[in-house]
């Protein structure tokens, strides 16, 4: 397994771990801060625009899709991020506010953040002992 996989699981591994934990620790200020969020179109085309680059980056950086589950999971982030930042700099505001209204954000908020917890577990423990 290459050096870049392990790297890019540790950092992605941890990042989750503690978005998910710190947004946990306060649901409510999670909830209304991203719910504004969504609705400023300025912050949604600054999110774009970073996530498009971080999606970039990793997929030129790491787009491997063989030698076990952590590099095609590191991909696949790096693949999802992209298209996440496409989608948000190519959909409407008003389009993208559907969908995130769709995503049941403030009902399945600790869904989301098991999910994203579960995921960085996966990463770190993964890279950490590889």
Known sequence: ?????????????????????????NKQYAITTVNEWMRSPALMLLTAVITLALGLALVIGHNV??????????????????????????????????????LQYEKLFFVYMSVTFALGLYLTVSSFSA
Do not use: N
Not at 11 to 18: A, D, H, P, R, S
Not at 65 to 70: E, I, M, Q, R
Not at 81 to 100: D, H, R, V
């Open 1 to 25: 397994m290459s050096l870049l996989t392990i790297y890019l699981a540790k950092l992605l591994g941890l990042y989750c771990i503690i978005v998910a934990l710190a947004l946990s620790a």
């Open 65 to 102: 899709w063989s030698g076990g589950a952590l590099p095609i999971t590191v991909t696949l982030l790096g693949w999802l991020t992209l298209i996440k930042g496409l989608a948000f700099l190519t959909l409407p505001p008003a389009c993208a506010e559907k969908f995130y209204d769709a």
